[in-house]
């Protein structure tokens, strides 16, 4: 690895160029703004590097997938990754324009530093560097970054479905988000998925005075606040049927990965509370990591403002997100939900689907999953974190449900990048350190034969 590395460090000021490049295109898909710009300038970059790229179409902006030429019985490993950033606003907060990428202190301020061009950028020139060093790559790559991460990514399923053939691999690997706060390096086997949905119980066709109607009208408020304790106990427990029988058992090397992970103490800190909620019993870890919950994000209904005001609301509507592990299925468990709300004479509330995404997990002796632990070691220097699954939630089924790889994450960008936030930033140190790993990956990658 040291000449590939010593050419990536050598390189690092032109690396750092162009990739000021792609970050001056504000790719602000919210807005859909230079979208197409910004995935045409990466498509050259990867034609620069010896790939052959194409522009995917959909309703949405394009998507790009990148491939090296075919090496036969060679693993193919696929990066994923986004070229949309968040809006910059407010643009007051921002030292130097979000757009105007400004090197200060070791670090390179501009929006989409590390959210998250100059982590699949870092793919780019570890496939230039590899090929050149020893004339060709040792494997298979496909990079594949999408334009709508960070509006959901409406159309990544149907793009990953239709493309499946040139999609698969034997691993993906996503290099997005933060390494962990004491600056070790992390690798994630697996998200949380997540079933959002809208409650809206409906009374009087109208808000009607409380003096004249109330014990007559029926109220929606108490309707919905009824139905959702008849979702979930005060003890947390959540009794849909169906809800906690479909977690699978935690593995005894996914225990032993949760319990080698430094206790989160920072986040009471962050949240400002002095204990976790839910069930003691279990370490905060899992429950973060690895246990489902039924979360009410949000409750409205009738009169909220200041001083009374004597009124039957005429709706009330809650919308909830349920984060779910494996083996938990969105679409059933909200079949299971409409189903429990009509059984128990919720009949009439109404129950929406907004959002269903499967939870996606690795298991943690997976060959190339292992692979990945051994490449972070060897760019960083120091063993990974290894956590068996994130908290949040990312549509990783659609590689490990829909296309049955293996699934991985692997934060190149430093802790404090501020990502969504003014002043986001990415070090020049983990940008490196990102092409290293990047390296480090496809030769570990292709060392493991089927
Ligand atoms: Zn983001």
Redesign the pocket.
């Known amino acids: 690895m040291k000449p590939i590395f010593d050419v990536i460090d050598a390189e690092i000021e032109r690396s750092l160029a162009e990739l000021f490049e792609l970050l001056r295109i504000p790719s602000v898909s919210a807005r859909g703004e230079n979208m197409r710009p910004c995935a045409e300038a990466l498509a050259r970059h990867a034609q620069s590097v010896g790939l052959d790229a194409e522009l995917l179409e959909s309703s949405g902006p394009p998507a790009l997938l990148a491939t090296s030429p075919h090496l036969q019985g060679a693993p193919t490993l696929l990066f994923y990754g ?1 070229y949309d ?2 809006p910059p606003e407010p643009l007051d907060a921002w030292t130097t324009p979000p757009f105007e990428p400004t090197r200060r202190e070791g670090r390179i301020y501009a929006r989409g530093a590390g ?2 061009k100059g982590q699949h950028f870092a793919h780019l020139k570890a496939v230039d560097v590899v090929r050149r060093i020893r004339g060709s790559l040792p494997l298979n790559v496909v990079l594949f970054v999408d334009g709508e ?2 509006v959901g990514s409406p159309h990544l399923p149907e793009l990953v479905l239709r493309h499946s053939d040139r999609l698969r691999a034997d691993v993906a690997v996503t290099a ?1 988000g933060s390494f962990d706060a004491s600056g070790k390096p992390c690798v994630v086997f697996g998200v949380r998925g997540m079933l959002y949905v809208e409650l809206r119980a409906r009374g009087a066709r109208r808000d009607l005075h409380s003096g004249n109607f109330g014990g007559l009208a029926p109220n929606p408020a108490w309707r919905l606040v009824e139905l959702l304790s008849a979702i979930r106990r005060a003890d947390g427990c959540v009794t849909i049927p169906g809800f906690e029988e479909s977690v699978r058992p935690l593995t005894r090397a996914e225990r032993s990965a949760l319990d080698a992970l430094p206790f989160p103490g920072g986040l009471l800190r962050e949240m400002g509370v002095d204990r976790f909620a839910g069930d003691p019993a279990l370490s905060p870890w899992e429950k973060l990591l690895c246990r489902p919950t039924a979360n009410v994000a949000g409750i409205v209904s009738g009169w909220t403002g200041s001083g009374p005001k004597t009124i039957v609301p005429a709706s009330a509507t809650a919308k909830m997100d349920f984060r779910l592990v494996p083996d938990q299925d969105p679409d059933r468990l909200f079949d299971a939900l409409v189903s429990h709300a009509s059984t128990l004479g919720f009949g009439d509330v109404d129950i929406k689907k907004l959002q269903a995404w499967p939870p996606s997990r690795t298991p943690l002796d997976d060959p190339f999953g292992r692979a990945a632990i051994r490449a972070v070691e060897r760019a960083w220097g120091v063993a990974p974190l290894v956590y068996p699954s994130l908290g949040a939630s990312l549509p990783h089924f659609l590689f490990t449900r829909e296309l049955g790889m293996p699934s991985v994450l692997v934060p190149y960008a430093n802790p404090d990048q501020s ?2 936030a003014p002043n986001e930033n990415l070090t020049i140190e983990a940008f490196r350190r990102g092409i290293r790993t990047s390296a480090a990956l496809m030769l570990e990658v292709a060392g493991i034969r089927g």
Do not use: L, M, R, Y
Request: aromatic share 0%.
């Open positions: 986004h950033v968040h959210d998250n991460e960070e997005d990502n969504h």
